[in-house]
């Protein structure tokens, strides 16, 4: 939405510019009373409706006299030459008009013809700059001077800047005597033109000037300041500094150009030092313009031409600085040249920049034409080929102005990308902590499985120096008392024992192992959903002939809470409960008498959202367990005496029981009565199963 808006903006002000010139080029014909044989006919004028009038025709001229007055009363009655067109500098001639050279000194006499009811009205006259100094009588009274009027250059005091002279006339024939001198500068005499009107108007055509070049000279200066500031806060960005200058010299040219503002305002400032800086400040102002424009489109705007448009700049600068005026002004051509062919490449870096359609160029390139027809405008103005002046200030602010707002946008761009890179760098940021945080996590992680290998190693090494030692003693010494010959070599009974040994070393080993390996989680579980009746009932299935064939009764038990279609889940690892049921189950076997009972029991409890516990028990009528031992059943290689007189386990199973359970996030306990029997119960969780739950699978 906003390049469309740029556009249209940039093209309506072309579109004023050129209307304008145009507009200047109609006025020019407009039915103004022209000055002829030194006199100009105002009596047709309504001053009511006329707010002033320029003296332009040909005015009376003395050619190298300072006349005055009473003098020229009494010089000869001039010829066709003795008069000169106005405005125009001396060296303008043409068939009726004689060519005079730039450098002298001469008279001009204009009577103006006013109406009877004009007289004693309050004029004024508004005298612009001349060319370059004058003395200005009106009906014989010296009434305005600039600079001091001499006949070479040791005796005048060049000074010309934009007067008014108000005066009232006691008649209605009025006399304009001027005395022009200069030996300065390139261009002498009355070039621009006189106007003439009631003294409010003049008054406010005088103070609209005056606002308008102040107005713009303060726009621009303002504007080079700020970006000054911008580039000093981030002074990467060069295009900033080479705009403020840009600004700043320009603003300074437009103060002793025009109006010269700044010589009204210090008169005490040098006439040379004004021409000066109004030639410097355009040339200084085109180099860094053309180091502006290069900042901006480098690839489009070649580097070698930017150095020979400096360079060549550069020459002019140290010129106008170590020249006078009468010198560095008559090359003036020139460097109207230089100026057109910089302004002329740097619109087709524009348009490249546009077809390339780089950010602001088009705007830019339509502030530049308005600045280059302007330009050109005004030294058509200066050739006397237009009457429209004062375009070239109004035009420098509407070019800078674009450049202001491309240089604002890409400031905002800036600001947006170092937005957008903050905010990807906090994402970052926030990321690389998630991702330190979660790193950190599993490093302590696996710092706590080392660990538990670590511990579980040393436990491993510990109970089997510890556990080993009895059954390799025995072993040891059976075979010594076979090599002393206390005990027969191929004794049956002495070499079952030591078969009975070695399969008890084998079976600590093998449990010392698992349980090592279920304890530094180096076992994978393979879980899975579980119906829990069909699972636990296919296990008491599976183990009940080898208890019968024990001479033991194998009970299976159910809770009396239903559920339908055996809709109760366990999600476990099948083997591993398995092997947790077979040593309970071996356990009971082992510490029962003949003839008694073991029971598979299974029991849960639901809660509302269909979880819950499920409690498998293992129940014997065996010897049972003391109160005692009861706190230590589950730890490692633990015994009581009941089973040392029994001489059954290796105290192993139970931890590893253990461990299993509480990797499936159940618990296990024991409850027991010496003489009565023994009770093993471990919980898993369990839920009611959906009905579009897959069909369980039981190994």
């Not at 200005?136 to 060049?158: A, F």
């Amino acid at each position: 939405m906003r390049q469309p808006m740029i556009r249209k903006t940039g093209i309506f002000a072309v579109f004023v510019m050129i209307m304008l010139i145009f507009a200047s080029g109609v006025m020019a014909y407009d039915t103004e009373p022209i000055a002829r044989q030194g006199v100009i006919d105002l009596r047709g004028v309504n001053w009511e409706e006329k707010q002033s009038v320029q003296l332009n025709g040909d005015w009376t001229f003395y050619w190298n006299q300072l006349q005055t007055p009473a003098s020229i009363h009494e010089a000869a009655p001039p010829t066709s030459s003795g008069y000169k067109q106005v405005p125009s500098t001396w060296k303008d001639g043409d068939a009726i008009h004689q060519s005079y050279p730039n450098h002298g000194y001469a008279t001009y006499r204009l009577l103006l013809q006013l109406r009877e009811e004009d007289v004693n009205k309050r004029f004024a006259i508004y005298m612009p700059s001349v060319a370059t100094a004058y003395q200005l009588w009106i009906n014989g009274e010296l009434m305005e001077s600039n600079g001091v009027v001499g006949t070479s250059r040791e005796q005048m005091v060049p000074k010309n800047y934009a007067k008014l002279i108000p005066f009232q006339s006691d008649r209605s024939e009025v006399e304009l005597v001027v005395q022009v001198s200069n030996f300065v500068q390139r261009k002498g005499g009355l070039w621009e033109s006189i106007s003439l009107g009631p003294v409010e108007e003049i008054m406010l055509q005088r103070d609209t000037k005056v606002l308008y070049e102040t107005l713009i000279a303060g726009c621009l200066c303002l504007m080079g300041i700020y970006h000054f500031v911008l580039y000093l806060a981030r002074k990467r960005e060069k295009s900033g500094l080479y705009f403020s200058m840009m600004s700043i010299g320009i603003s300074i040219r437009l103060l002793f150009w025009g109006e010269t503002l700044a010589v009204r305002y210090f008169p005490q400032i040098p006439w040379e030092i004004g021409v000066k800086l109004e030639y410097l400040c355009a040339v200084i102002c085109m180099m860094f313009l053309a180091l502006f424009v290069h900042s901006q489109y480098p690839l489009e705007f070649n580097r070698t031409v930017r150095n020979w448009m400096i360079r060549i700049g550069s020459v002019f600068a140290l010129v106008i600085f170590a020249t006078p005026a009468v010198f560095f002004t008559e090359g003036i051509l020139i460097k109207e040249i230089y100026l057109i062919l910089c302004y002329c490449y740097v619109l087709y870096v524009y348009v490249r920049a546009v077809m390339k359609k780089r950010h602001g160029s088009l705007l830019n390139g339509l502030g530049l034409m308005l600045l280059f027809l302007a330009s050109i405008n005004e030294i058509l103005f200066y050739a006397n080929l237009s009457t429209f002046e004062n375009g070239v200030a109004f035009s420098v602010l509407v070019f800078l102005f674009t450049q202001m707002i491309n240089l604002s946008m890409a400031f905002a761009r800036s600001f947006d990308h170092v937005e957008r890179l903050s905010e990807e760098l906090r994402k970052t940021n926030e990321s690389l902590e998630q991702k330190v945080q979660q790193r950190t996590q599993a490093l302590e992680g696996k710092n706590k499985e080392l660990q538990l290998m670590e511990e579980s190693r040393r436990r491993l090494l510990s109970n089997i120096a510890h556990e080993l030692g009895t059954p390799l003693t025995s072993i040891q010494g059976f075979i010594k008392a076979m090599i002393d010959g206390v005990v027969k070599p191929n004794d049956p009974k002495y070499l079952t024992i030591l078969y009975e040994k070695t399969i008890y070393l084998h079976q600590i080993i093998k449990d010392l192992f698992e349980l090592s390996k279920i304890e530094s989680r180096q076992i994978r579980f393979h879980f899975q959903p579980l119906p829990l009746i069909s699972f636990f009932h296919s296990l008491y299935e599976k183990y009940l002939l080898d208890i019968e064939k024990k001479d033991l009764h194998f009970v299976w038990e159910v809770g009396m809470r239903k559920v339908p279609d055996d809709r109760l889940v366990i999600v476990a690892d099948p083997l591993r409960v398995e092997q947790v049921v077979v040593n309970l189950l071996t356990n009971a076997q082992r510490y029962t008498s003949s003839g008694g009972t073991i029971s598979l029991r299974i029991d849960w409890e639901l809660g509302a959202d269909g979880t819950g516990q499920a409690y498998i028990e293992v129940r014997d009528t065996g010897i049972g367990i003391d109160a005692d031992s009861l706190p230590f059943v589950f730890e490692r290689f633990f015994k009581g005496s009941d089973v040392r007189k029994l001489g059954g386990g290796v105290g192993l199973g139970l931890p590893i029981s253990k461990e299993i359970i509480q990797y499936h996030q159940g618990s296990i306990w024991v409850e027991s009565v010496v003489g009565e029997g023994t009770t093993f119960s471990f919980s898993l969780p369990v839920r009611l199963a959906q009905t579009n739950d897959e069909e369980w699978r039981v190994s």
